[in-house]
């Protein structure tokens, strides 16, 4: 089954960092955009960092920008986000996605979000920011 494979995640004090990663299984990442997408307690999911394929182009939300950083490695078929200055905010299931079809812009893969059910997702992993 094609799908990525997330890991990194676990507990961390405010002000912390951690980084999560996501390798792609059964499929060539080189192909597609992808992104990471946030699930809080009792919210919906919503887009956090996304890039393109050669992962020149990125987007990240008001929430994270300035403290995330998404990157690729295509040779790995991984993309990482590295989360610095972690709030209690920041807490969720991190998800790593990628769209199997067209997108308009990388912001539109993230805020409207372009990713649906059908695309390639991993089963997430848990961040948990507390004192």
């Known amino acids: 089954q094609s799908q990525f494979v997330e890991s990194g995640g676990g507990l961390v004090r405010p002000g912390g960092s951690l980084r999560v990663s996501c390798v792609a299984s059964g499929f060539d990442l080189d192909y597609y955009n992808v992104g990471w997408f946030r699930q809080a307690p009792g919210k919906g999911r919503e887009g956090i960092s996304c890039?393109?394929?050669?992962?020149?182009?990125?987007y990240y939300a008001d929430s994270v920008k300035g403290r995330f950083t998404i990157s690729r490695d295509n040779a790995r078929n991984t993309v990482y986000l590295q989360m610095n200055s972690l709030e209690p905010e920041d807490t969720g299931v991190y998800y790593c996605a990628a769209p199997k079809t067209g997108i308009t812009t990388i912001q539109d893969m993230c805020r409207i979000p372009q990713v649906t059910d059908n695309d390639y997702w991993g089963q997430g992993t848990q961040v948990t920011v507390s004192s």
């Open positions: 890039t393109n394929r050669d992962g020149a182009v990125t």
